[in-house]
């Protein structure tokens, strides 16, 4: 069964807006991560979060989550025709298996 | 540069024939992962792995069975390949509760 479900399935914008996506998951979790997925390719480790953690920044990344919610966003600013990808979150489930959602399919126009 | 390498970008199988893929990792990595990954439902784990010889069953199991012999291989294992299996398969290894390094994937067809 889907750990992760993100939302929204596929989002449009224009480079320089911010891209919003999130994630939500089932059952108690050690940490949260954020991976990138060009077109078909192999995924790309993008940012960890802790589940003692409530908000983390990577470069133009900003990843926060709740877990009294079972919820994480992972913000993406000024966002460039470059970002185009499939966004996908992953959880741990307390254990060391990494279980997918579905994604979000960004697409940036310049 | 830290790698997870499948050894096959593009595969071409007949329905029955047994099929390996395999996936080799550089960084001593304990967790070793085999995920389909299908339009509109993500990536499914068909199997995991904690150490040498031991593994786990994931979300979709059925018609694969793996092996791990060594610490740096997993290998994903169809029995009787059927047109139902054909995907991108991804594997991905990780240390003990830590980032996930993925391979670029095998495409399969199975005809």
């Known amino acids: 069964s889907q750990q992760g479900e993100e939302d929204p399935q596929a989002l449009s914008i224009q480079e320089g807006e911010n891209a919003t996506m999130n994630c939500s998951y089932k059952t108690s979790i050690n940490n949260l991560q954020w991976y990138r997925q060009n077109s078909g390719r192999g995924l790309v480790h993008l940012i960890l979060i802790r589940s003692n953690e409530r908000e983390k920044h990577s470069g133009r990344l900003r990843v926060t989550l709740d877990t009294s919610k079972k919820s994480s966003s992972l913000l993406i600013t000024a966002s460039r025709a470059a970002d185009t990808a499939s966004y996908f979150c992953a959880t741990d489930a307390r254990t060391d298996k990494l279980i997918f959602g579905t994604g979000t399919r960004l697409q940036v126009f310049p | 540069d830290v790698k997870v390498t499948q050894s096959s970008r593009y595969l071409v199988k007949r329905t029955g024939e047994k099929v390996f893929l395999e996936c080799v990792q550089d960084?001593?990595?304990?967790?070793m992962f085999w995920y389909r990954q299908d339009p509109g439902l993500g990536l499914r784990l068909i199997y995991f792995s904690y150490d040498v010889k031991m593994k786990e069953k994931g979300d979709i199991p059925e018609g694969y069975s793996v092996s791990r012999e060594k610490k740096e291989r997993f290998s994903l294992i169809l029995e009787s390949a059927s047109t139902n299996q054909t995907s991108m398969y991804l594997c991905?290894?990780?240390?003990?509760?830590?980032?996930?390094?993925f391979g670029s994937g095998t495409q399969l067809s199975v005809l």
């Open positions: 991905a290894s990780s240390p003990s509760v830590g980032a996930g390094f």
């Open positions: 960084m001593d990595h304990e967790n």
